[in-house]
């Protein structure tokens, strides 16, 4: 289990003449062992915030302890080794090794710290079993399912037994019902495994799954619900605001449709992966249709 602690974190991002703030003095607190949903608008900083925590990046100011070390104050070395030993990652898009089999992408962060090939290979497996693919180990991310290989990601987060999980927006790119499966494990591994986990969603079903709930907006964490207050501040939001949220959801959704027809027709993607994204985005437009039709009739 892992402590976090955002004091005061501030992100600018700097192109030439442009400069984006993307954290404006951001605090935060996560206790060990809890299951925390950071929740907000597209631009508000979830994943900058992530990836802050996370090591991947640093902040502009401000700072990040974890478990009582300032991590912002570590040198490059020592930043690397807090993301290999003490965090684990899963992202939006799987982020699996094309070429490599499940076994091996879970093997993977293992060898990066040098376990030995059979001590790495056995907790490969029983991490693969713990996910449900046991018999999906030798196979490839291509033969595998979206859910199966957002499985296979979680189980690589796991490899070096990390007590800190980071998740973006890990549903973002799977149906509702597998994206639930999904969420579902996330909190089964929260705490049997005793892991701090810390997921950024869009989605208020999968936030509900959290011991609490952050909104961040504009670069700050402006306010904290558990999932009971939640439902009833929902219940007070007026359908006119909901209906602007569902609008503008439905205009990014459509935008990601015409990207990955973009994409297809200049041969970024392939066939068979842009039919899977396309598909995917597609059921989440018709839901985002459907409860306009409902609260506009």
Do not use: W
């Not at 991002?13 to 996560?30: D, E, F, P």
């Not at 859910?147 to 999980?165: F, H, K």
């Not at 015409?258 to 039919?275: M, Y």
């Amino acid at each position: 289990m892992a402590t976090i602690e955002c004091i005061d974190l501030v992100k600018v991002y700097i192109s030439g003449a442009i400069r984006v703030t993307a954290l404006r003095g951001l605090n935060l607190k996560v206790a060990p062992g809890e299951f925390r949903v950071i929740v907000g608008p597209s631009g508000s900083g979830k994943t900058t915030l992530l990836n802050l925590i996370g090591g991947i990046d640093r902040p502009t100011s401000g700072r990040i302890v974890v478990d009582g070390e300032i991590i912002t104050e570590y040198d490059d070395k020592k930043l690397e080794e807090y993301r290999r030993k003490k965090v684990g990652f899963v992202f939006q898009f799987f982020n699996l090794i094309p070429t490599l089999t499940a076994l091996e992408n879970v093997e993977l962060p293992m060898i990066l710290v040098g376990v030995p090939r059979e001590i790495r290979r056995k907790r490969a497996m029983e991490l693969l079993s713990r996910v449900g693919l046991a018999d999906r180990a030798h196979h490839y991310p291509h033969q595998l399912s979206g859910g199966e290989q957002q499985r296979v990601a979680i189980a690589a987060a796991l490899a070096n037994d990390p007590p800190l999980i980071l998740a973006d927006e890990p549903t973002g790119e799977l149906d509702t019902v597998t994206g639930q499966k999904i969420i579902e494990l996330f909190k089964e591994l929260n705490k049997e495994l005793n892991k701090t986990l810390i997921v950024v969603t869009h989605d208020i079903n999968i936030a509900m799954y959290a011991d609490r709930i952050s909104r961040i907006e504009d670069g700050r964490i402006i306010e904290t619900f558990t999932p009971a207050e939640l439902k009833t501040h929902l219940a007070v939001v007026s359908r006119e605001e909901r209906i602007r949220e569902l609008r503008k959801r439905k205009s990014k959704l459509e935008e990601e449709l015409k990207r990955l027809e973009d994409e297809f027709k200049k041969g970024h993607i392939t066939a068979d992966e842009f039919v899977n994204r396309y598909m995917t985005v597609k059921e989440k437009l018709k839901e985002v249709e459907e409860e306009l039709k409902a609260l506009t009739i």
